[in-house]
């Protein structure tokens, strides 16, 4: 079997040719049609050298043209690299050179900054610009004309045999630090992300063709509203298009587009990060007249999903199926859980456990599963290769047990008595407040299912007695005068005491990443930058 993500896709447009598989803005393109361009855009990147083993860089706001790229990096046997659209020079320069790019496939929008960088990346040889109707001359670096490329070539799939064993690259930017790109097998990251495995019982998918051939009888136009340069989005993508299932797109989030093309393209699935995107999604449907009639089910991944917010999208969407999934880059899928109108999971999202899940602890010994028990969550079976051009950060992922191999991200979570886990956050975010430990998202859950606390980001600030203390910036509900004695009665009783923020600095807007993921840096600069709204108490 090619478990190959190119083969995948190609099984798909076979099966259903003439079916819509993505729609942005006005534009439409059917499975065909997405084949026989991203053909072309493969057999002219074939004739600038890209081929088995070659990295891409894929630099766009979502558009049919970055699936386009992608797809034609991959039936080369070439590996797609994500550029975040919002990185400044020094970003760029330190992922194209990391990423080892030869070539790049990018928005005219981003012409000066691409300019700026290639003196300073000599690997990188060859540029195709995609117009988006921006001024900007990419011609002084060479740049060539997507569409014009793209018409000069051929559209037949008249590639080489691909393998299982094929490269795929996800470069995260996760909360600290320079990004990091993840490399897995593309068998691997099918089975862990992208449809390869039943994530309710654990069962693998048979073959190649299943996913096409059981598109075949029906479909559900999907959206997924985080940006391309985010796996979550991706693999949104890809497992929708694997199932001959039609993909919506905006060009970047904002909630009221989400809305317009849910309504407008009866979307029944709905992809998205956390409170980041939920929250904003809440108040454009309360503010619009927007028929979401269509939606059967939300799904949200990789960040958190409070549960206020939860209920809240029950309150507006009550037939809607919501379901929190957690996992990262480095892990894949790791759980689900589903979100009922009186599920209680006020101290964090509580999912079960896939079945090769468990904790660790700090040794790298699984955690007994016992109730209150707290430990690092690991997974193993299909899980990456490690950081592309870092093999010694990659050997701080990984630890064995019992003989296995357990890929570990650094996330930590707590058994419950009814057998699921409480997701508490990222290890290196972990506030350390005389000898307790705070996991950050499990306080932001409590600060934000206050009325008047639209976000917030947790930090620690030194603290002389307690070494940290535990801190947060909040951003107000729009209209709403924050007062701090309620907002601390409420969290004291969802949290321990010493979990309740001792000060709080108040922000316009809390800083995050393009995909919704929470800016921990940002918060400690406005922190450092700004007085507190509070003094310690």
């Given at each position: 079997?090619?478990?190959?993500?190119?083969?995948?896709?190609?099984?798909?447009?076979?099966?259903?040719?003439?079916?819509?598989?993505?729609?942005?803005?006005?534009?439409?393109?059917?499975?065909?049609?997405?084949e026989e361009r991203a053909n072309r855009l493969a057999h002219h990147l074939a004739v600038h050298g890209v081929g088995r083993g070659s990295h891409i860089g894929v630099y766009s706001r979502n558009s049919i043209e970055a699936l386009e790229a992608m797809i034609a990096a991959y039936k080369l046997r070439a590996i797609a690299v994500n550029v975040n659209y919002r990185y400044v020079h020094g970003e760029l320069k330190y992922l194209f050179t990391n990423a080892d790019l030869v070539a790049l496939v990018?928005?005219?929008?981003?012409?000066?900054?691409?300019?700026?960088?290639?003196?300073?990346?000599p690997k990188l040889k060859h540029v195709v610009v995609v117009d988006d109707g921006s001024d900007r001359d990419y011609r002084r670096y060479g740049g060539v004309d997507y569409e014009t490329s793209l018409a000069a070539e051929s559209p037949e799939r008249d590639f080489g045999e691909r393998s299982a064993d094929d490269l795929y690259i996800l470069y995260t930017g996760g909360t600290t630090g320079y990004p990091k790109g993840v490399l897995w097998r593309h068998e691997d990251i099918w089975r862990a992300l992208g449809g390869g495995i039943n994530f309710v019982t654990g069962e693998y998918v048979p073959d190649e063709w299943t996913l096409a051939e059981q598109g075949r009888s029906g479909s559900l136009v999907r959206l997924p509203a985080a940006p391309l340069i985010h796996g979550a989005a991706q693999w949104a993508a890809f497992g929708a298009l694997f199932t001959g299932s039609p993909v919506v797109l905006v060009p970047r989030f904002d909630a009221h587009?989400?809305?317009?093309?849910?309504?407008?393209?009866?979307?029944?699935?709905?992809?998205?990060?956390?409170?980041?995107?939920?929250?904003?999604?809440?108040?454009?449907?309360r503010e619009g007249d927007y028929d979401a009639s269509s939606l059967v089910a939300l799904s949200s991944h990789a960040a958190l999903f409070s549960h206020s917010v939860?209920?809240?999208?029950?309150?507006?969407?009550?037939?809607?199926?919501?379901?929190?999934?957690i996992g990262s880059s480095e892990s894949g899928f790791t759980g689900i859980?589903?979100?009922?109108?009186?599920?209680?999971?006020?101290?964090?999202?509580?999912?079960?456990?896939?079945?090769?899940?468990?904790?660790?602890?700090?040794?790298?010994?699984?955690?007994?599963?016992?109730?209150?028990?707290?430990?690092?969550?690991?997974?193993?079976?299909?899980?990456?290769?490690g950081y592309y051009n870092d093999p010694e950060k990659s050997r701080t992922i990984f630890a064995e047990v019992d003989g296995a191999r357990y890929v570990v991200p650094g996330d930590y979570a707590r058994y419950e008595e009814d057998g699921t886990v409480t997701l508490l956050g990222r290890g290196s975010q972990c506030v350390n407040t005389g000898g307790e430990k705070v996991y950050p998202e499990e306080v932001e859950g409590a600060l934000k299912s206050h009325p008047d606390v639209f976000d917030a980001l947790v930090i620690g600030v030194p603290d002389e007695r307690l070494g940290q203390r535990?801190?947060?910036?909040?951003?107000?509900?729009?209209?709403?005068?924050?007062?701090f004695a309620s907002?601390?009665?409420?969290?004291?009783?969802?949290?321990?005491?010493?979990?309740?923020?001792?000060?709080?600095?108040?922000?316009?807007?809390?800083?995050?990443?393009?995909?919704?993921?929470?800016?921990?840096p940002w918060a400690q600069r406005y922190a450092a930058e700004h007085p507190p709204a509070t003094q310690p108490v």
């Open positions: 079997m090619a478990l190959n993500i190119a083969d995948l896709l190609e099984h798909a447009v076979d099966a259903v040719p003439e079916r819509v598989a993505v729609v942005c803005g006005d534009r439409r393109v059917t499975f065909a049609e997405l990018h928005e005219r929008q981003y012409a000066d900054k691409v300019a700026a960088v290639l003196p300073e990346t587009d989400v809305w317009k093309a849910v309504q407008d393209n009866k979307v029944q699935v709905l992809t998205i990060v956390g409170d980041a995107m939920a929250r904003p999604l809440i108040e454009a449907y939860k209920q809240d999208f029950l309150g507006i969407l009550p037939n809607v199926v919501i379901t929190d999934a859980g589903m979100v009922g109108k009186d599920s209680d999971h006020s101290a964090g999202p509580r999912v079960q456990f896939g079945k090769d899940a468990i904790l660790l602890d700090e040794e790298g010994n699984a955690v007994a599963p016992e109730p209150g028990a707290i430990g690092l969550i690991a997974r193993r079976g299909h899980v990456p290769l535990v801190a947060a910036v909040i951003q107000p509900r729009e209209g709403a005068v924050v007062d907002v601390e009665a409420h969290v004291r009783g969802e949290i321990a005491g010493y979990k309740v923020p001792r000060t709080v600095w108040l922000a316009e807007e809390i800083g995050r990443t393009p995909s919704g993921k929470p800016d921990y």
